[in-house]
C-alpha cells in the first residue's frame, strides 16, 4: 500500500486556501477542471452555505497521489469562531501548511493559528501565496514573518519577476546566493560541525546541510518558507517535492497493533453516523470490534471509507497513515482514542465557548424537530454544549461568536429545513463558592430511602476546576453508593446558586452513611445535588468572567482612540509594539465588554485595524457588573418538589 501524508492548511480568511486546494488537485491531475471560489465551483466547498459566502466552514477531506504518495488534503475553516474545527483537524495532520497573503502579511489570525501550531509541535511550513500582487514587497513580508513569529525560518526560494510580470521561482541551492548563505547559517545553530565550517570559511556539503534541515524542519524546529502564486498553479510542483522530501512520514510499523483518534463525527444523509479516524498505527477491517479508551469498551463498526470532499467510497481495509470514515459506531466522539495501544495524547480542546444563546423555530410546530436537529449537532460538536430544558420549553447551545450563530442558523436551514430564530447571546459566566463551608443531608423521607451525607466545599485556586475526594470509609457508605456521589457531582455544579456553572472548587464526602434495607441505588444520585445546593448557599458564591487574550493591529494614527477604547472595557495591555506605521498591542479584555468591539475597531479604522480574541481564562467580577441568573429547572433548594421530581425520573 502507498505512503499516506496528512496535511492541514491553515491560514487567515482569502489567504487562499482553497484556491490552493484546487490548483494541487488539478496539478497531479485529479482534477480536470480547475474550481473557482470566486465561481463557486471548487470541490471542497460544498455546503451550500461555503458556495454562497465563499468562505469554508467545515474541514472536508480531499486527497490526490503524487509520486506514488496518498496526500490527503484537510481544507480547514479560515474564521476565528471556528478555531475549534482548526484544532480537531490537526489531529489527523502530520504536517500543517500555514498560508499567508503576501498582501496582507502575518495577521492577528496568523499569530493565533501560529501558537496553536506551536503548542502541538506539528511540523509545520510556511506558504506565502499571492506574491503576483504588484504592490507586494516580498522581503518586507519575509521579514515581518520572521519578527512577528519568532522562530527560525528558513526561505528555500529566490523569486524573479520577469519583464512581463510572470513570477519565477528557483532553490536557493542551485546557485550561489545571499539566502543560500542565510540557510547554512540557521543550520550552524543547529549542528557543531556545520557551525565550524561556517566560521572557518569552509565549504560545507550540501547533503550534510540537507540532512540536519530535514531533521530539524521534522521535529517542527526549524520552518521553511515557500512562494506560491496559487491562482496561477505557479510552485506548486516545488511545495509538493518539499513535503516528500523534507516530511514524508517514516514506515510505520505494521506489527504494532491496532489504534486511531477520531476527529470528527458527521452526519450523512445516506450513511447516517459517521466518525472521521486517523489510523496511528496497526490496520481496521471492515465488521471489526473496536476498543474505545475514554468509554473502556468495545463497538464494531460497519464500513470503511475513503473520503474524497463530499464522496465516499468503501475499501475493505484501513492502513495506519490513513483518514477514513467508518459507520455504524454509535458511541465514538470526537478526541477518543481507539484501540489497546497507548498513543501520545498531544491534543486537548482548550477552545471554551463563551457566549450561551437561545434557539428557536419561526414555525412553533417545529419545535420538536429542532430539538432533535441539536440533539444530533451536538454529537457531532460536543462544544455546543446542548441543553434542552423540557418544562419551559428551552433550547440552549454555546458558541463562539456571531459569525458561528449565522452559519449555523445557514446550517440548519440547509440540513433540516428549519427557519430558526437565535436570541440575543449572553456571555457564560460561572461562580465559586467564597468561603468553607459544609452540608449535611438526610435524605430519609418519604420511604423507602436512606442516604445521608456531609459535604465540605471550599474555594480552590483559579482555574484549578472541580476536585473531589472522599474521606468516608466503604464501611459507612458502600463503594457503590459512593460512586454515585461522585457521578453526580459534575450534574450538580451544571447550576448553582445564582444560575452558572461552579467551577474552581473543592468538595469532600466527610460523612454520611447509607442503610442495609432501606438505601436503594439511586437514592444517592438525589441526595448529592441538595448537599451541594446547601453546601453553596452557606458559603455564598461570587461570580467568573470570561476573559479575552487579545492582540490587534492597527495603523499607530489612531492609538490614542484604542487605548482609551481598552480602558472603557476594563481591559489592560501590555506596551505596543511599533512595526512601520502600524501599532501591535496585546492584552486581555473581559468578553462582556468586548463582544462588539472588532466591528467597532473595523469602523472606526475604516477597516485598516483588526483585533483577533481567543479566550484566556475566568477571572473574579466585580460585584457592580455580575449577572444572576434564575435557575432553569426545579432547584434541589426547593426539597420536596426536587425530590419528587427527582424520583421520577430515577426509580
Ligand atoms: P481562502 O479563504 O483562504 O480559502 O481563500 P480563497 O482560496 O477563497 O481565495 C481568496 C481570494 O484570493 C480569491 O478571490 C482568489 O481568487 C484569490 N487568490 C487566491 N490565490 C491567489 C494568488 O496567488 N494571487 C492572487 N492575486 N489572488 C489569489
Ligand atoms: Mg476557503
Redesign the pocket.
Known amino acids: 500500500m502507498n505512503t499516506t501524508i496528512n496535511i492541514a492548511i491553515l491560514a487567515h480568511?482569502d489567504a487562499g486556501?482553497?484556491?490552493l486546494t484546487e490548483a494541487l488537485l488539478y496539478h497531479t491531475g485529479e482534477l480536470r477542471k480547475l474550481g473557482n471560489?470566486d465561481k463557486g465551483t471548487?470541490v471542497?466547498?460544498f455546503l451550500p452555505v461555503?458556495k454562497d459566502r465563499?468562505?469554508?466552514v467545515v474541514a472536508s477531506n480531499v486527497s490526490f497521489n503524487y509520486q506514488g504518495i496518498d496526500f490527503n488534503i484537510i481544507?480547514t475553516?479560515?474564521h476565528a469562531d471556528f478555531v475549534s474545527e482548526v484544532e480537531r483537524s490537526l489531529i489527523a495532520a502530520d504536517i500543517v501548511i500555514l498560508m499567508i497573503s503576501a498582501s496582507d502579511g502575518v495577521q492577528a489570525q496568523t499569530r493565533s493559528l501560529w501558537q496553536i501550531i506551536e503548542k502541538l509541535r506539528i511540523p509545520k511550513l510556511i506558504l506565502v501565496n499571492k506574491i503576483d500582487n504588484i504592490t507586494v514587497d516580498i522581503e518586507r513580508v519575509v521579514l515581518e514573518i520572521k519578527t512577528e513569529l519568532k522562530t527560525p525560518i528558513v526561505v528555500r526560494q529566490n523569486v524573479n519577476i520577469a519583464e512581463d510580470k510572470h513570477v519565477l521561482l528557483s532553490s536557493i541551492l542551485s546557485a550561489e546566493n545571499e539566502l543560500k548563505d542565510e540557510y547554512y547559517e540557521t543550520l550552524a545553530d543547529y549542528d557543531d560541525e556545520i557551525l565550524n565550517d561556517f566560521l572557518q570559511g569552509n565549504i560545507i556539503t550540501e547533503q550534510k546541510a540537507e540532512s540536519v534541515y530535514k531533521t530539524e524542519c521534522r521535529n517542527a524546529i526549524i520552518t521553511p518558507l515557500l512562494y506560491s502564486v496559487a491562482k496561477k498553479s505557479i510552485g506548486i510542483p516545488d511545495l509538493l517535492d518539499e513535503i516528500v522530501k523534507v516530511f514524508l512520514p517514516d514506515n510505520i510499523n505494521s506489527d504494532l497493533g491496532f489504534s486511531a483518534r477520531v476527529f470528527k463525527i458527521s452526519h450523512n444523509a445516506l450513511f447516517g453516523r459517521m466518525a472521521f479516524i486517523k489510523i496511528i498505527s496497526g490496520s481496521l477491517h471492515k465488521k471489526q470490534e473496536v476498543y474505545n479508551q475514554r468509554i473502556a469498551d468495545t463497538e464494531k463498526i460497519n464500513l470503511i471509507k475513503r473520503i474524497f470532499s463530499n464522496r465516499f467510497f468503501d475499501i475493505e481495509e484501513a492502513i495506519a497513515g490513513q483518514i477514513v470514515a467508518v459507520t455504524g459506531f454509535m458511541n465514538a466522539r470526537v478526541g477518543d482514542v481507539l484501540g489497546e495501544v497507548n498513543v501520545e495524547q498531544r491534543f486537548e480542546f482548550n477552545t471554551v465557548p463563551i457566549l450561551t444563546v437561545e434557539v428557536k423555530s419561526v414555525e412553533k410546530e417545529k419545535y420538536a424537530p429542532l430539538a432533535q436537529a441539536l440533539l444530533q449537532m451536538n454529537m457531532e460538536d460536543p462544544l455546543l454544549n446542548f441543553r434542552w430544558f423540557k418544562d419551559e420549553q428551552q433550547l440552549h447551545i454555546n458558541v463562539n461568536g456571531k459569525i458561528q450563530i449565522q452559519i449555523l442558523q445557514r446550517l440548519i436551514k440547509d440540513r433540516y429545513d428549519i427557519e430558526t430564530v437565535f436570541e440575543t447571546p449572553s456571555i457564560i459566566y460561572k461562580e465559586t463558592p467564597k468561603t468553607v463551608a459544609f452540608a449535611y443531608e438526610e435524605y430519609t423521607m418519604p420511604k423507602p430511602c436512606w442516604a445521608v451525607i456531609k459535604l465540605k466545599v471550599e474555594p480552590a485556586p483559579r482555574g484549578s476546576g472541580v476536585e473531589y475526594h472522599s474521606e468516608v470509609g466503604v464501611n459507612d457508605i458502600l463503594l457503590k453508593y459512593q460512586k454515585e456521589v461522585e457521578r453526580t457531582i459534575p450534574l450538580a455544579l451544571e447550576q448553582g446558586i445564582k444560575g452558572w456553572g461552579v467551577t474552581d472548587i473543592k468538595i469532600t464526602l466527610v460523612d454520611g452513611e447509607d442503610h442495609v434495607m432501606h438505601s436503594r441505588s439511586g437514592d444517592f444520585v438525589v441526595a448529592t445535588p441538595m448537599a451541594i445546593m446547601n453546601a453553596l448557599k452557606e458559603a455564598d458564591t461570587e461570580l467568573l468572567e470570561p476573559i479575552m487574550k487579545f492582540n490587534l493591529q492597527a495603523p499607530e494614527s489612531i492609538l490614542g482612540q484604542i487605548v482609551s477604547d481598552i480602558h472603557k472595557m476594563r481591559g489592560e495591555f501590555e506596551q505596543p509594539v511599533f512595526f512601520e506605521d502600524k501599532i501591535s498591542i496585546t492584552g486581555k479584555l473581559p468578553a462582556s465588554t468586548s463582544m462588539d468591539y472588532p466591528v467597532a475597531l473595523a469602523s472606526l479604522s475604516g477597516g485598516k485595524a483588526f483585533i483577533q480574541m481567543q479566550f484566556d481564562s475566568y477571572q473574579l467580577v466585580d460585584e457592580r457588573f455580575a449577572v444572576i441568573r434564575e435557575f432553569r429547572g426545579i432547584s434541589p433548594l426547593h426539597r420536596a418538589k426536587y425530590i419528587l421530581k427527582a424520583r421520577n425520573a430515577i426509580h
Open positions: 480568511v486556501k482553497t484556491t471560489v471548487a471542497s466547498d461555503e465563499g468562505i469554508s481544507d475553516p479560515g
